[in-house]
Structure formats: structure tokens, C-alpha cells
């Protein structure tokens, strides 16, 4: 077994973002990882369920699942790794895309927002992803309706490229809705998963994959958000990073707009109400 194979049979076995595991493989590499649990090195009644899954899992079972949902494994190391995830402080052990692998590599910009926009959340969030893609950025968000569809969208119209890091596995269209939206991403941009082919979106695989987007992308862009939003997490998870993370406001009885008046508020993400103060705010934190 190689370093690929056992980072296959680890991926299919380990939820993504699991602080221990990530950490241990990413310090030790999934080889040793793997060869340790084989013979005891970790706690045999703790570890039990997992010790079973890679004894009864290989990597050509793995990697035929994948290859069939027409994706790709990328591991650390690979030409398309997007190396920006290494500083996480749970990197993921592998990630599965598909389309324009490039894309994952290159100068980003996330945006991020609730599923339920206001008429102006949605323009201000395909005008703000239009304007860094005429800056030949890329947009990042998470494919999901209201925001992140906005913002893939109009990273589109303006025909650039977007990723879409979603929280199912590759050859699930979650939400259905966007089936189109995601083989029109896929055509310039690229889909990414922390999950196997044929696995659901779990409430917990939003809050796991949200640190992706932070750590794909340069800095953070928050629309429109609710007090308590998983689009806040994005916000933090970019924060923890270092990145610059920006906020639009919105009218102050607005409840859509209430998450990014919090973020404001505690000083956790800076005002930006144009393309032009983005741009510069993050060219001065760089």
C-alpha cells in the first residue's frame, strides 16, 4: 500500500474534519496512520468501528467509486492540490472534484450568505462576484440556493470561474435545483467534496465544508446572514486563517441582514459597501 491507497481507504472511513484524524494524518502521513491502527497503535476499543471499516475497505474498492461518479482523488502532493487547505488546522486527508481542477488553485474571493435573500442580498451578491471576476478572480461558495447560487451566477454571466464546494458527494446534485447551475460551473470552474460518491448532505457537512471555502479562498465576502448562520462560521473559519473577511450591511431591521451587523459590530468583519472598498481592503491585508 502506498500513500495514495491508504489516504483512499482513510477518506472513505473518517468523516471530513474530524480534528484528531486530520491532524495525525497530515503530521504523520495516512501510511503510518493506517499501519499503527493495524497493530495497536491507537486505542483497539475506542478505535474499534474504525479499525473495521479500513480492515474490510481497500483503495481500488474507493477509487472505483470515484472513478466512476467521473471525479477525481486529489491528495497532497498532487499537481492540483489546492495547497491553501494545508492551513487548516484540520486539513482534509483527500478531496474529490471534478471540472476545471485549475480553478481550486487560483486567486479567490468567497461568498457567502443565507438561503433566503432579499431582492437586494441577490444583487449585491452577483454584482460583488462579477467585479472581482472582471479582476480575473475566482468566486468560491457552496452551491447551495439563495446566496451561493447568486454568486456562482454572477461569476458566470461575467464568464468567469467558480467553485462550488459542496457537502454531498460528487454525484449528488444537492439541492436538485441547481442540477443545471452545477454542470454550468463545471464547464470553467470545478465542484468540490470532502465526502464519498453516494453519501448526503448532513447537517454537520455544512459546517465541515464551510472551512473549505475559507481556506480555498483569499478573503471572505458575507451578504446577507441571519443572527445565528452557518455563513458565520465561513466568517470565522476565514478569521482563524488570518484572511480578511468583509460584510455588507443592509437596513438595520432587516433579519437577513442582522449576522453581517453582528460580525460588524464585534469587529470581526470590515464594511464594504463596493466592489472598489473590497479590492482594497484585501490588497491591504495581504
Not at 484528531?20 to 501510511?31: R, V
Not at 480492515?55 to 467509486?65: M, P
Not at 461558495?141 to 454568486?151: L, Q, T
Request: with cysteine; net charge negative.
Amino acid at each position: 500500500m502506498n500513500e495514495r491507497e491508504a489516504r483512499a481507504v482513510l477518506f472513505s472511513a473518517i468523516e471530513g474534519g474530524h480534528p484528531f484524524w486530520m491532524s495525525e494524518i497530515f503530521s504523520q502521513g495516512a501510511l503510518k496512520v493506517i499501519e499503527k491502527l493495524q497493530r495497536g497503535g491507537y486505542d483497539r476499543i475506542k478505535f474499534n468501528t474504525l479499525i473495521t471499516k479500513i480492515s474490510i475497505t481497500t483503495a481500488d474498492q474507493v477509487l472505483s467509486i470515484i472513478e466512476a461518479a467521473q471525479a477525481e482523488f486529489l491528495i497532497p502532493g498532487d499537481p492540483s492540490w489546492p495547497i491553501q487547505v494545508e492551513d487548516l488546522v484540520a486539513p482534509p486527508i483527500a478531496l474529490i472534484a471534478k471540472g476545471n481542477l485549475e480553478a481550486l488553485s487560483m486567486q479567490s474571493l468567497a461568498i457567502v450568505g443565507t438561503r433566503n435573500p432579499t431582492n437586494y442580498g441577490a444583487r449585491i451578491a452577483g454584482d460583488f462576484a462579477a467585479g472581482f471576476v472582471d479582476r480575473e478572480w475566482g468566486i468560491v461558495s457552496g452551491g447551495a440556493y439563495g446566496i451561493d447560487s447568486f454568486a456562482h451566477k454572477g461569476a458566470l454571466i461575467a464568464e468567469g470561474i467558480t467553485v462550488a464546494v459542496i457537502a454531498s458527494g460528487i454525484d449528488i446534485n444537492y439541492p436538485v435545483g441547481n442540477t443545471r447551475l452545477f454542470a454550468e460551473i463545471c464547464e470553467s470552474g470545478a465542484i468540490l467534496t470532502e465526502v464519498m460518491p453516494g453519501h448526503p448532505a448532513l447537517p454537520a457537512r455544512f459546517l465541515t465544508r464551510n472551512r473549505l471555502i475559507a481556506a480555498l479562498s483569499v478573503a471572505t465576502l458575507v451578504v446577507e446572514a441571519a443572527f445565528r448562520s452557518g455563513s458565520l462560521r465561513t466568517a470565522r473559519d476565514a478569521a482563524e486563517l488570518l484572511r480578511p473577511v468583509m460584510a455588507i450591511p443592509g437596513p438595520i431591521n432587516s433579519p437577513t441582514s442582522e449576522g453581517c451587523h453582528r460580525l460588524i459590530g464585534e469587529r470581526a468583519a470590515e464594511i464594504v459597501t463596493s466592489v472598489a472598498d473590497a479590492v482594497e481592503f484585501v490588497g491591504a491585508n495581504r
